[in-house]
């Protein structure tokens, strides 16, 4: 893995751990995807069987929630307002607030 594209890895998972770190048990981190140009896919399971991905492109972040077969877009499952593009990965404020609509949505499967 490229060194830019490892630290990104590894911030998104230190991120995703100390927000779930209450119950680290339920994180399990299945399979990290380098794409071209710095890019990666992380998909973990949350609370033993909710299938996420996480998708980092050049500064922005996006969730995904396995559903029906497919991967669905965080946006597409909540009425919470979700930050996106550029502002998903501009600060960690930011970033807990997506945490929180994942967290939300998963809660209410």
Same mark, same amino acid.
């Given at each position: 893995?490229? =060194?830019?594209?490892?630290? $990104? /890895? ?24 380098? $794409? ?12 033993? =069987?909710? %299938? /996420?991905?996480?998708?980092? !492109?050049?500064?922005?972040?996006g969730?995904?929630?396995?559903l ?11 009425? !919470? ?10 600060? $960690?404020?930011?970033?807990?607030? =997506?945490?929180?609509? %994942? ?7």
């Amino acid at each position: 893995m490229y =060194n830019d594209v490892n630290y $990104e /890895v590894n911030f998104v998972i230190s991120q995703i751990k100390q927000f779930w770190g209450h119950n680290v048990a339920n994180i399990q981190i299945q399979k990290i995807t380098e $794409e071209p140009y710095n890019m990666f896919t992380l998909s973990f399971t949350l609370y033993g =069987n909710k %299938l /996420v991905l996480a998708e980092y !492109e050049r500064s922005t972040l996006g969730f995904y929630v396995f559903l029906d077969g497919k991967y669905v877009g965080l946006s597409k499952l909540t009425n !919470e307002s979700i930050y996106r593009g550029f502002d998903s990965y501009s600060s $960690e404020s930011n970033i807990v607030h =997506n945490f929180q609509a %994942l967290d939300d949505v998963l809660r209410s499967m």
